[in-house]
């Protein structure tokens, strides 16, 4: 079992950039594929995009190509999501997660077996 925790959210102007880190302690991390999921006010939590277990793939929600990019870095058990041009839709709570699968198979909660707490993300128009 893995511990994931999220750091980095704030409040940001639209337009602005934000990037968020998910830590992991562990000797197991990189035997992970590593997603990024987002729950808007009100609305069911939704993919964001997921790394491979090397941090060489990615895969994103159609929606948020180009402005949202996953990477990792397994000698330091990090995860990041770096969000740029940043539109007041984007104010959510955004959640780590640990799996076993990769693509489009991941874009589901129940492909992922650990999550993180969250953290807040407010974007101000």
């Known amino acids: 079992q893995i511990q994931l925790a999220e750091s980095g959210g704030g409040t940001v ?3 602005g950039s934000l990037r968020l880190s998910c830590t992991a302690p562990g000797r197991t991390f990189s035997n992970y594929a590593m997603g990024w999921f987002r729950r808007a006010p009100g609305k069911r939590r939704e993919f964001v995009g997921v790394v491979s277990w090397s941090g060489d793939s990615t895969y994103y929600a159609d929606s948020l190509k180009g402005r949202f990019t996953i990477s990792r870095d397994n000698a330091k058990n990090l995860v990041y999501l770096q969000m740029n041009n940043l539109k007041p839709e984007d104010t959510a709570v955004y959640y780590c997660a640990a799996g076993p699968y ?3 198979s ?3 909660e129940g492909a992922f077996h650990y999550w993180g707490e969250g953290t807040l993300v407010t974007v101000s128009s």
């Open 102 to 104: 990769f693509g489009p």
């Open 13 to 15: 102007q639209a337009g």
């Open 106 to 108: 991941a874009s589901v």
